[in-house]
């Protein structure tokens, strides 16, 4: 896995690298090897995403809260986010375990949650957002 690459292809530079290896490793791959995977990323890069979605639906305009929440769930579903790890062209990096022969779109999604996280972990919220508007947000 070349990290120099992933990060020019998602225009952040980490600081701490093994932030970004352990973004692109797949359960099945940690199994196999004994390794972390990206799962607790995923868990944390899911409220990041959801809270910086949230703040900008909050600050652009005077939807109403239910209103705000249809256009979270189309911004931060499994589609838009496998999408943009799909326009971004780094799926072809995570780390598999042997028995997996397919990037699913819900390991996209993981995927995209994990890079979030990671990002947020280095660069702090404003790096996160950055991201999230450059590759979800037009």
Request: no cysteine; hydrophobic share 40%; glycine share 6%.
């Amino acid at each position: 896995m070349d990290l120099k690459e992933i990060e020019n292809i998602i225009g952040y530079h980490f600081g701490d690298s093994s932030l970004l290896t352990v973004a692109f490793t797949h359960s099945s791959f940690a199994n196999e090897q004994n390794i972390p995977s990206n799962e607790r990323l995923e868990f944390l890069g899911d409220s990041v995403l959801n809270l910086i979605v949230s703040k900008h639906l909050y600050d652009s305009g005077t939807d109403a809260e239910g209103v705000m929440t249809d256009k979270r769930k189309t911004i931060v579903s499994r589609d838009p986010l496998a999408n943009a790890i799909d326009k971004l062209d780094v799926a072809k990096f995570l780390q598999l375990g042997s028995n997996t022969k397919e990037v699913s779109a819900n390991m996209k999604a993981d995927l995209y949650e994990a890079i979030v996280a990671a990002i947020y972990i280095d660069g702090g919220q404003d790096a996160a957002s950055k991201f999230i508007f450059n590759t979800l947000i037009y």
